[in-house]
């Protein structure tokens, strides 16, 4: 099974008064961008994709976006990662891509991880991420011996690297922003689990209750899932599982009830769901 690896380090290096991804941040733009990976299910031995996607990126747009994935290795490997439809445009324009491409990838299958790079030495910041949509697809394929029922979570976490070459301070931070008279504004992230669950998908009782963005556990987040698929449907969505798991309040669709509910539970008003 192939491994694709491109060294972000190397390849950014030669970037690194433009790239976001190989600097320390110096400021926060008091601003969230959601990164957002996707759910999808797959019997043992075949095929998968998941999206990424970024929502609410602020109208000064993102010069640089970089990120790990962490997924269970016994469950799945990542054959590879191409861009999605959000990073079009600056690719063709900017000439620097012949010699360091826009978007770069590397796949740690045997350490159970993946980082993604997108950075572009455009200053014109109209070919710069703007708004919302898929960044790229996750392909991958769902072990063999993986069982009916077994689930890799795909966690969006920081790239693991240093900060600096010379620094040994390890990098904590999720990379989305631009530089602003040399210094590097950074947005605040909200990163949330994606899921590859081994089956058909056709069984969608729910699996855990409240659990509204499959990522195994019942949190504010998830409370946060509902509310925001609730207030604006066409931009937010739950999974058919996600679902499930979200209608906790006398089974009769998802509503406000069964987001308070969640909040409660985190909160520890009450013992369960």
Known sequence: MKTKKIVIG????AMLSLSVCSLIPAAAAGETVQITAGNASAKAGEEFEVEV???DIPDSGARGCSFSIEFDNSIITIDDIVAGELTNGAG??????SLIPTFNITVENDEGFASVMWSTALDDSKYWLKGEG???TVK????STAKDGDKSTLKIVPVKRNTNSESGIPNDTIDCGYLKDGVIVNYDIEAVAGSVTVGDGN???ASLKGDANCDGVV???DAAA????IGNPDKYSLSEKGTANADVVEPAGITAADAIEIQKLDAGLIDKL
């Open 134 to 136: 898929v960044l790229c």
């Open 10 to 13: 190397t390849m950014a290096a």
């Open 53 to 55: 996607t970024l929502a």
């Open 92 to 97: 063709e324009n900017d000439e620097s891509a």
């Open 140 to 143: 991958g394929t769902v072990a």
């Open 203 to 205: 069984d969608i009782a």
């Open 219 to 221: 949190t504010i987040a």
């Open 226 to 229: 509902i509310l925001q698929m």
